[in-house]
């Protein structure tokens, strides 16, 4: 079965600077896809990077780009520039085998952006 | 396109009521995926309809219940409602074509047991 792990409950960083959000995986599939999401303190859970495990290079979109470390069994998030409006949750998630959609979330990681 | 919408957004109801949650996912979308989020637990996943057929079952009693309409629109419905069912409630659509596609999360129901 997937297992996600976020082991970051809470994280600080200034505004402008990078950070990196920690998530490792494990899994029997031999082809998966790792996806980040942020959800803010409305609850909706908003959709930002795709990683597939045969993709060649590194997912970015933005200011989040995935470093991906397939050895490793890691997918962090990294946020450039840091905004007052990225403090937020964010969860780390993975489909599960088989068929259907169905994802399993880390626990997620709180990030405060310091002004 | 629109985006997944989930009414109604706030709920209050006693212990033993019953309840309905209704999520209408993105136009085209034919796959619904329900999540209950608590602070204990995390995000769960409760089912999935495809093609108005539940394709994926979480861990949880029968109590909670779901189906999905021709028009794709779904609703899951939990009976004899406990206190700790208290949780924000967010379903996900994707085309439903490929498990490692992204869903896209409704705003949620935030219900409160009391």
């Known amino acids: 079965a997937q297992k996600i792990t976020q082991t970051q409950p809470g994280m600080f960083v200034q505004e402008k600077e990078a950070v990196t959000l920690d998530c490792t995986y494990d899994?029997?599939?031999?082809?998966?896809?790792l996806f980040w999401y942020k959800q803010p303190s409305s609850g909706e859970m908003i959709f930002l990077i795709y990683?597939?495990?045969?993709?060649?290079q590194n997912a970015t979109e933005g200011r989040y780009s995935l470093n991906f470390q397939k050895a490793r069994k890691s997918a962090n998030l990294v946020i450039s520039a840091s905004q007052l409006g990225d403090s937020a949750m964010y969860f780390c998630a993975m489909p599960r085998g088989g068929t259907g959609n169905q994802f399993y979330f880390g626990t997620g990681t709180s990030l405060t952006v310091i002004p | 396109k629109a985006g997944v919408t989930q009414t109604p957004r706030y709920l209050i109801k006693t212990r033993g009521q019953q309840v309905t949650l209704s999520c209408s996912p993105i136009?085209?979308?034919?796959?619904v995926s329900w999540y209950q989020q608590t602070p204990g637990q995390g995000l769960q996943f409760l089912f999935e309809y495809f093609s108005e057929t539940q394709r994926n079952k979480g861990n949880f009693p029968g109590r909670f219940s779901g189906r999905q309409f021709s028009n794709s629109r779904s609703e899951m419905n939990v009976s004899t409602l406990e206190l700790g069912d208290s949780a924000l409630y967010l379903c996900?659509?994707?085309?439903?074509?490929?498990?490692?596609?992204?869903?896209?999360f409704g705003p949620g129901t935030r219900l409160l047991v009391l």
């Open positions: 990683q597939g495990s045969y993709d060649q």
């Open positions: 136009s085209g979308h034919r796959s």
């Open positions: 899994t029997s599939d031999p082809s998966y896809g």
């Open positions: 996900a659509s994707s085309p439903g074509r490929d498990r490692q596609e992204t869903q896209y």
